[in-house]
């Protein structure tokens, strides 16, 4: 089992940088090319040693679009994606809103 894991480990981190720009795509003349930030979590384990013993293995990933880089004739930039900015930025927000008033009502004491 822990081949198995290894192997795929070694896969996943051979694409490196593939992982989080995406191939680019040309539309009428504007280059395209996504941007994500991508995780990848594997494990695998056996009750004992042996071929016969129980054992198990397991996988996930996520990718989360943070928007692309477009070229064109007006130049290079990046468009982010509203809706992930949205996602992120709310609890940070409110996490942060909570931290200051924590801090001010920890002053006024």
């Known amino acids: 089992m822990t081949n198995i894991s290894l192997k795929l ?30 995780q990848y979590g594997f494990g695998a384990g056996s009750a004992a040693e042996g071929e016969d013993a129980p054992g198990g293995a397991g996988g996930g990933g996520v990718a ?24 992120v930025g709310i609890p940070f927000v409110w996490v942060a809103g909570h931290a200051w008033a924590r801090v001010i009502k920890a002053l006024k004491k």
Do not use: Q, W
Not at 15 to 36: C, F, R
């Open 9 to 38: 480990a070694e896969t996943i981190s051979s694409n490196g940088i593939k992982s989080v720009y995406g191939e680019p795509v040309e539309i009428d003349g504007t280059t395209i090319v996504p941007v994500a930030a991508v």
């Open 64 to 87: 989360i679009p943070f928007g692309a880089y477009v070229s064109d004739e007006r130049g290079v930039r990046f468009r982010p994606n509203l809706i992930t900015l949205l996602v």
